[in-house]
């Protein structure tokens, strides 16, 4: 069974919107959304401590995107408005278990999770 699954990616032209959504293991309290464009880093696009609901988001996504716990669904999701081609990109989530949100930032920040999904690519044209 796998960790960790991502879905919802897609093709959009600029302004659109897209919902992604991250399968998670009940046992996942950390959860990170991240993205890497061909010939780029990886780079950290959102995260979430689960049991409090703290996150955190790049600069670059800020006001624009917005992760959160869908708790029927069991998934950290991650919607993302006003998409620019500049957010094209393969986006993955990762998962780690913790039990404080500062063990949290520190994963985000250092881009230490245990568990990572395939990634899903979103597409935006100009």
């Known amino acids: 069974q796998a960790q960790v699954v991502e879905s919802g990616g897609g093709s959009v032209e600029t302004g659109g919107s897209l919902l992604l959504r991250c399968q998670v293991l009940a046992d996942t309290t950390c959860v990170g959304w991240f993205r890497q464009a061909p010939g780029k880093e990886r780079e950290k696009v959102a995260r979430?401590?689960?049991?409090?609901?703290?996150?955190d988001y790049a600069d670059s996504v800020e006001e624009r995107f917005t992760i959160s716990y869908n708790n029927h669904r069991g998934t950290v999701d991650l919607l993302m408005n006003d998409l620019q081609p500049e957010d094209t990109a393969k986006y993955y989530c990762?998962?780690?278990?913790?039990?404080?949100?500062?063990?949290?930032?520190?994963?985000?920040?250092?881009?230490?999770?245990?568990?990572w999904g395939p990634g899903t690519q979103v597409t935006v044209s100009s």
């Open positions: 979430m401590f689960i049991t409090t609901s703290s996150s």
């Open positions: 990762a998962a780690k278990a913790v039990t404080q949100v500062g063990h949290c930032v520190v994963a985000w920040s250092r881009i230490d999770f245990t568990h």
